[in-house]
């Protein structure tokens, strides 16, 4: 039995002893030190200005990152045989005397106007007025609640504890209600008319956004004392629901509820993502690809300081030249893999996702083939020998990582599990929006830091000896993955939970 066992481990080791040959090695080796801070220290510099999305200071990103991929030899892999995928950013502004919600029970009706007691918080302004079967949530209520209760196509009258919630789980509660998939959410706010009336600005604010011809359901505020008449007819009182110890949900046949919103275009400008594919050696397994991506915005300048401009070394400067430092060692001799690589810099992370909410939409080659994607937001920085892997437990491309970290001691370099679950990074960066279609995933992220989102994010204090590390350790893992016979494979209770069925 123990020689069967030797003979097995040996078949399973044996891509990975592969990765001893000299020209790999020469190629992990080309990514130093020395090149990450000196592309860090481009991409960060005060001359991009924060990389807003969209800026000149993005322009000149996404122009730099191609360069650098026309350099290694790669292939313009983006719209119309360019290096670029370029998505329209449009301007919009909500009409409030032209949006109003309509609440009835019966004969009796109340008009919430969005000029006077009414609030768009989030989600897409639908094209036509909304209604449909109106459920009551609340409650103590988390995202893991959420997920159990049918929301979908509904309308949902939201009635929770603001003041007892936490700014964190109500993020997260949100996040399950928008995935949840209803056809809006109205948010009972414990505040009386006179003073929400004062948030509501005279003007609307003018909102960014990318018109993916997707809906995400719309989130709107309204004093629970703008209903205060109404709402007990339908057998709600949202004071108790709020204030229960338990979560809330019932139906509410009685309650009718209207939306209609009219927002008007201002205008519409285009952002870039910079995509290079490297042909892989095997005829047939080139048709598939390993996607390496990170995101090249930042949230750009703070006005008002003495040093306004956000350079986002680590967010993620750091990432982006990850991406580059990969696309240069796998254009290597003898480093390309037999599946084909696709490096991808996307905008719009800091938005919400944007640039590559789009490119999972638009993709310029088949979703279905792309195997992995391994992202990496924020890789240069806190521990000089610990990684973060989030989603190792989703794939079995967590047992591929820990089998390739283990064969490459003389990095240095550990990639742990999620050490902060609750935060859910797994939602929060670029990777997510390849895992909701069905791609597996690994994040690469050092978590956050004191200058996180500050200006102080600079390229000085980039540990890039570390960084270099990471990237060699993503290297082997990314030969390993493009060289496998088999492309990995969901856990399968990962695959229903994250997966999105109906691509929504």
């Keep these: 039995m123990r020689s069967v066992g030797v003979f097995v481990f040996l078949l399973a080791s044996a891509p990975l002893s592969a990765q001893t040959a000299a020209p790999l090695h020469r190629a992990a080796a080309s990514i130093t030190e020395a090149d990450v801070k000196r592309r860090i220290g481009i991409i960060a510099d005060d001359s991009m200005m924060g990389r807003d999305t969209p800026s000149r200071g993005l322009e000149l990103t996404a122009r730099y990152v191609a360069d650098q991929f026309r350099r290694f030899g790669l292939r313009p892999a983006g719209d119309d045989g360019s290096w670029f995928v370029r998505y329209p950013v449009t301007r919009r502004r909500l009409e409030l005397k032209d949006s109003k919600v309509v609440f009835r ?145 019932r139906e509410l046949p009685s309650l009718g509820v209207r939306l209609e919103m009219k927002d008007s275009v201002l205008s519409k400008v285009m952002a870039p993502l910079t995509v290079g594919a490297l042909e892989g050696t095997d005829p047939v397994l080139k048709k598939e690809y390993l996607l390496f991506s990170a995101h090249m915005d930042h949230i750009g300048i703070t006005p008002g300081k003495p040093d306004s401009i956000n350079n986002g070394a680590d967010d993620d400067g750091s990432g982006t030249v990850g991406v580059i430092e990969l696309a240069e060692a796998f254009s290597r001799a003898g480093a390309r893999p037999k599946r084909s690589l696709l490096f991808l810099t996307v905008s719009g992370e800091e938005k919400g996702l944007w640039g590559s909410r789009y490119f999972s939409e638009h993709p310029t080659v088949p ?138």
């Design 367 to 504: 979703l279905s083939q792309i195997v992995a994607d391994l992202n990496m937001d924020m890789i240069g920085r806190n521990w000089p020998d610990t990684i973060v892997a989030i989603g190792k437990e989703h794939s079995d491309l967590g047992a591929t990582l820990n089998r390739v970290n283990a064969a490459h001691p003389e990095l240095g370099m550990t990639a742990i599990d999620d050490i902060w679950p609750e935060e859910q990074f797994y939602f929060r960066s670029d990777h997510y929006n390849f895992a909701r279609k069905g791609v597996p995933i690994l994040f690469f992220f050092n978590g956050v830091h004191p200058d996180y989102h500050q200006v102080t994010d600079s390229p000085d204090k980039i540990n890039g000896e570390k960084e270099a590390r990471i990237l060699r350790l993503i290297f082997y893992l990314g030969q390993e993955i493009a060289n496998a016979p088999d492309r990995p494979k969901w856990n399968p209770e990962s695959y229903k939970q994250i997966v999105d069925e109906d691509g929504s």
């Design 105 to 249: 029970v019966g004969s009796d009706s109340v008009l919430a106007t969005f000029d006077r007691n009414a609030r768009h918080e989030r989600g897409t302004v639908p094209s036509g007025p909304v209604s449909a079967p109106t459920v009551l949530v609340g409650g103590t209520l988390g995202p893991d609640d959420v997920k159990r209760l049918a929301l979908r196509d509904k309308i949902v009258l939201l009635a929770l504890d603001y003041a007892r919630q936490n700014p964190e789980s109500l993020t997260l509660v949100a996040r399950a209600l928008r995935l949840a998939a209803p056809k809006a959410v109205i948010q009972l706010l414990d505040t009386d008319s006179a003073t929400f009336a004062s948030s509501i600005p005279r003007n609307a604010t003018v909102h960014p956004a990318v018109d993916l011809k997707l809906v995400s359901p719309p989130f709107v505020a309204v004093p629970r004392s703008a209903l205060a008449s109404l709402l007990p007819k339908a057998g709600v009182n949202p004071s108790e629901v709020a204030e229960s110890p338990r979560p809330v949900f």
